[in-house]
């Protein structure tokens, strides 16, 4: 036992420390809450981490006791035919059997209490944004619903919301389930190929930058399949989504126009979309903003020219397996398309 104790206290050591780094400010947290849903996920987790450590302390607490009181005997077990003490064990069993019940329907209700709010939470918010979301091998396919078709807004990995509203986001998968799931902002739901009725919301309640990852395995780049949702001011958000309806610049030097030519007479334009030149690819994400982006290939690697060049000339590097082919384009053509796409913003 006096081995036990120091070996007890490192691992209470060890957890509390754990818990500190989770609970530390972080993107990718789901304790660092910065929307509601994520917060009633978070409470009930505190709920269920200090209930089930107090029991735990108990037990251990109890099972030293009796060790305690059997150390020194050398005797075989004997019930003590003490009337006395049965009826104090009896006692002692009911009122543990008892606790157990109460603790165990406690955390059930809890449970399910959260359930249902986050169930309901932002439902019913007029002033929701509505997204749908489309899960590829790997990447995100992000369309901003609206009314009106011309003010439907398409892009890809990153998600823009404003603080402070609900983002109904549906989910759908082209090939193999994947699942969203932003820990900051909310658990997780899957996006299922031929099933689009998967909604998950979300309730952003502070302003920043949260990774997401796909939570379901879905092939050989699973890992790599991230998005950043950033929250936004109402202002940022209106003006983001306004950038977004634009078309793309027009290029204004000799190099872009280059690089713009190079885009449409290569294999880019089979694949990607860049609205108003005449791209209208569908199988790999829209490029008409991909330089306002802060990543590429799903959050794998940083936006830069540098990332981007060694992107187009060989995918298959930074993320084997990845659908987009490399692209055998001579170091000029390269060059000019970089210039081009680093005018998309
Ligand atoms: Cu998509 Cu894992």
Known sequence: MMVAAPAG???LA???????????????????????????????????????????????AALLYGVWRRSGRGEAVVVDPDPASEATRRTVVSTAVGLTIVVVVALTAASYLTDRALATDGADDPSAVRIKLTGHQWWWQVV????????QVTTANEIHI??????????QSSDVIHSFWVPNLNGKQDLIPGRNTNTIRVRPERIGTFRGQCAEFCGAQHANMAMLVHVDSADDFDKWRDGQLASAAEPADDESRRGRDVFLSSSCVLCHTVRGIGAGGRAGPDLTHVASRETLAAATIPNTTGHLAAWIADPQRIKEGVHMPSNGLDPEDLQALLAYLRTLE
């Open 9 to 11: 206290r490192a691992l």
């Open 14 to 60: 060890a957890g509390v420390l754990a818990v500190a780094g989770c609970a530390g400010n972080g993107s990718q947290s789901a304790l660092d809450t910065a929307g509601s849903h994520a917060d009633r996920i978070a409470s009930l987790w505190w709920v269920f981490l200090w209930v089930c450590a107090a029991v735990y302390v108990v037990v251990i």
């Open 144 to 151: 901003y619903d609206d009314p009106v078709a011309a003010r």
């Open 162 to 171: 404003p603080v402070g509203r609900a983002a109904i986001i549906q989910l």
